[in-house]
């Protein structure tokens, strides 16, 4: 079970490092990442949404975060699904990023 912890931990720390590029913050501060789930052996399902529909750079931030969560050793397989329900808004955000941006 720590193990799974520690994975967690390792993945979330690594979604820390995927940033909005039109918001200078990053998708886990922002909301955007809804669900992470750990299957049997290291399989990872990422919920996450954009904090738009049309979004120019969606494909990139999901390849990102597919990548990156891919290469951490001990993950078998990153599998990202985008979703718009519930549609992200800025009460998703973390008090640190409302601060940061000005939203407080």
Request: with cysteine.
């Amino acid at each position: 079970m720590s193990n799974d912890i520690t994975l967690r931990d390792q993945i979330e720390d690594t979604l820390r490092t995927v940033y909005d590029p039109e918001i200078p913050c990053n998708i886990m501060e922002l909301g955007l990442v809804y669900k992470i789930e750990m299957k049997e052996d290291n399989v990872v399902f990422i919920t996450m949404t954009l904090t738009a529909p049309n979004c120019p750079v969606a494909g990139d931030i999901v390849n990102e975060v597919q990548q990156k969560v891919q290469d951490i050793q001990g993950v078998k397989e990153a599998h990202i699904q985008l979703t718009f329900d519930p549609a992200w808004d800025k009460d998703m955000m973390s008090d640190e990023a409302k601060l940061e941006l000005g939203f407080m």
